[in-house]
């Protein structure tokens, strides 16, 4: 999948093949960042709404390259008090994969892989691992995590499932505004080495719009700065960005009235995004021409100096 996604080399792979462990282990774990994703499916684990019954969350610590190590600390110590608040055991695992792997594949497309890597550490002590939810189906585009990718890293011992990938990003976002400890812990904000939320990039402004057009926003405290359509006209956004920010658009209900003014900064922010897109494959399908342009100059250059001598 990943080869027809990016144009890699698919590598063959031959295996022996061994019989499966006698009994899988007896956990149950959920990759927890105290998101939204991955707190709507401790949640819904919690009051019985899925299959599987969490009883260790796991958590990466250091995967994100921006913070300081007093911000990985602070935000792993709210982690541990999530953790403690719902009853549940808490796993620390470290990673220095996205140092190992900067310069040679993206984050964005390799980020699945490494966190299945290291929960498979686990392997005889969970028999299942939960993914939160990253897109829907519907727009699902090409991402180290996504529902048709995740469950392809299970093994005989551990299975891994993406949960939730068709509820919509909207009822995920009430999900956790109505739980107390999700909606009081959530930490969305990868842009600012703090251990809260900026509320002013643009997960944390996607995330408190999705809030506001549940009516939730009052009741998760977790934002150091106050929703605005200015503040989404001027926030940074990139093509990688694309999917769910398409997602967010179509999420949006026409009710209430108050959020006309976020309804239309965000469309035009999809719109210049898509026409960035645009101008960056054009860019992209030119390119050769480009290459074989400058060699042609080269090569008639070089027939010129020769005629010359």
């Known amino acids: 999948m990943l080869a027809g996604w990016w144009g890699y080399r698919a590598v063959r792979v031959s295996a022996p093949t061994t019989p499966p462990p006698e009994r899988s282990g007896p956990g149950e774990g959920a990759l927890f960042s105290r998101g939204v994703d991955s707190s709507a499916t401790v949640i819904r684990s919690l009051r019985g709404e899925i299959p599987e019954r969490v009883t260790h969350l796991l958590s990466v610590y250091g995967a994100e390259w921006m913070f300081s190590p007093a911000t990985h600390e602070a935000i792993w110590h709210d982690t541990e008090r ?25 984050w964005v497309r390799s980020y699945g892989a490494v966190f299945a890597g290291v929960a498979l550490l686990l392997g005889p002590l969970l ?55 999700a909606a009081s812990m959530l930490k969305v904000c990868f842009e600012q080495d703090s251990p809260g939320n900026c509320g002013r990039c643009e997960k944390c402004l996607r995330t408190m719009t999705m809030l506001a057009a549940t009516g939730e926003l009052d009741r998760v405290p977790a934002f150091d700065a106050p929703l605005t359509p200015d503040a989404v006209r001027s926030c940074r956004i990139t093509t990688r960005q694309l999917g769910t920010l398409r997602e967010l658009v179509v999420e949006l209900p026409d009710e209430p009235r108050e959020l006309d003014g976020l309804r239309a900064a965000w469309k035009a922010r999809l719109a210049e995004v898509e026409a960035k897109q645009r101008a960056e494959r054009r860019r992209e399908a030119l390119r050769p021409l480009r290459r074989a342009w400058r060699r042609s100059r080269r090569r008639l250059r070089r027939a010129r100096r020769a005629r010359s001598k």
């Open 82 to 106: 999530a953790a403690g608040a719902y009853g549940l055991e808490l796993v620390r695992l470290t990673t220095n994969a996205r140092d190992v792997l900067r310069g040679r594949i993206g």
């Open 127 to 181: 028999r299942s691992v939960l993914f939160g939810a990253t897109q829907h189906p519907d727009h699902a585009e090409p991402r180290g995590s996504r529902f048709d990718v995740d469950p392809l890293w299970s093994t005989e011992r551990t299975v891994f499932r993406q949960d939730a990938a068709e509820v919509g990003r909207l009822e995920r976002a009430a999900i956790v505004a109505s739980d107390p400890v």
